[in-house]
């Protein structure tokens, strides 16, 4: 079975090839600016900054823990679905 065609506008994101480039685009820049890492000298005002690929890694750690804080906090935070239609039923 095919799905009939529709009148929507297809956009460039819609494309799985597209969105599979731009992810590939984004893990070649970031190997690329890991791997600069060893190639300029560090002014490190604490000794772990001079590690190589610190904050590349301290990035990726805090987002993640971000995400997951965010996750936490969701709960917390979480209203029901009807929470601001009042209650004047």
Excluded: Q
């Amino acid at each position: 079975m095919t799905t009939p065609p529709t009148d929507e506008k297809k956009y460039w994101l819609d494309d799985k090839r597209n969105v599979c480039k731009i992810i590939w685009t984004l893990v070649v820049v970031c190997a690329g600016l890991f791997v600069a890492d060893a190639f300029y000298h560090k002014h490190p005002y604490f000794a772990a900054e001079s590690w190589f690929g610190f904050y590349a890694l301290y990035g990726f750690i805090m987002c993640v823990g971000l995400v997951l804080a965010a996750k936490f906090m969701r709960t917390i935070l979480m209203r029901d679905e009807d929470y601001y239609d009042g209650g004047d039923e």
